[in-house]
């Protein structure tokens, strides 16, 4: 089968993909990674879940996706990881760069003549402002929900049904949680107003959105790349324009081969793809 050829973009922008939970599709990810080639990459916030690392669940699908990143920064493409909640202790390396990594709580970034102002969301929650315990404790019962929700969609698929998202399907009729992803849009764009920004792209909420926001003759257009747990979602920039990316399983058939990793991505042990990893950046002990 001859081979696909990549797609090319100037921006890719993940968030919330929470690699080490059982609800990453980190399979749909790598499927997706592969079939594109970005010149720049914006890791904005929840990349790793640290706060259920304790689970100690790292499959090697999840190894396979950092590898792709890293292999990424040793081609030169350009990747900057933004600090969310649930990787806040990277937030102590703040301004961290080694190649074309950078580590960074925000990121401001001029494209087309136009300023775009890239970090989590996080900063707008009340509850992690003054409840983190309630907040992790929510983000426990979210991984126990999406548990349910694969036994449940595993009972649809037998059953000839389509798949269904129970949190999604919690969200869309309880207002409170609606109200809540009305004012976060509307205080991260109005906030963007103020600072003079003409994009404002976050994460956090896993609620993807590309919408148009005017007040006083300004106009700022608010962006949410959603997450890799229940939308399998990005945001692509392309010649001065912005796309909502969303996975479809038909557009990557198992039994095609047709997209190749640049990357050796086989079978290996977790042990060696984090060997092959301190190679990629020179640091492997002699």
Request: aromatic share 12%; with cysteine; proline share 1%.
């Amino acid at each position: 089968m001859q081979k696909k050829k990549k797609r090319k973009i100037e921006i890719l922008v993940l968030s919330d993909i929470h690699l080490g939970t059982f609800g990453c599709n980190a399979k749909e990810l790598l499927n997706y990674l592969k079939s594109i080639k970005p010149d720049r990459v914006i890791l904005n916030g929840d990349i790793i879940d640290i706060w259920q690392f304790k689970k100690r669940y790292w499959p090697k699908s999840h190894m396979k996706i950092v590898k792709h990143i890293i292999g990424w920064v040793s081609q030169g493409v350009e990747v900057h990881y933004i600090t969310g909640n649930h990787d806040e202790m990277l937030r102590k390396f703040d301004g961290f760069e080694m190649g074309t990594l950078s580590i960074k709580n925000k990121l401001v970034l001029e494209l087309g003549g136009k300023k775009a102002w890239f970090f989590h969301g996080d900063v707008f929650d009340v509850t992690m402002q003054h409840s983190k315990w309630l907040a992790k404790l929510g983000a426990i019962g979210y991984d126990l929900l999406i548990l349910i929700n694969a036994f449940v969609n595993f009972v649809c698929i037998s059953l000839g049904k389509d798949k269904i998202s129970l949190s999604k399907r919690i969200k869309d009729k309880v207002k409170g949680a609606v109200k809540f992803i009305n004012d976060f849009e509307k205080v991260a764009t109005d906030i963007g107003m103020i600072k003079g920004y003409d994009y404002v792209i976050c994460g956090h909420i896993h609620q993807p959105e590309i919408k148009s926001y005017s007040k006083n003759n300004k106009t700022t257009l608010y962006l949410n790349s959603g997450d890799w747990i229940e939308n399998l979602t990005a945001l692509e920039y392309k010649s001065n324009k912005w796309k909502l990316y969303k996975y479809d399983d038909n557009d990557y058939k198992e039994n095609d081969s047709s997209f190749k990793s640049d990357i050796d991505l086989t079978d290996q042990s977790t042990k060696e793809l984090f060997r092959l990893l301190l190679k990629d950046f020179n640091i492997e002990k002699k």
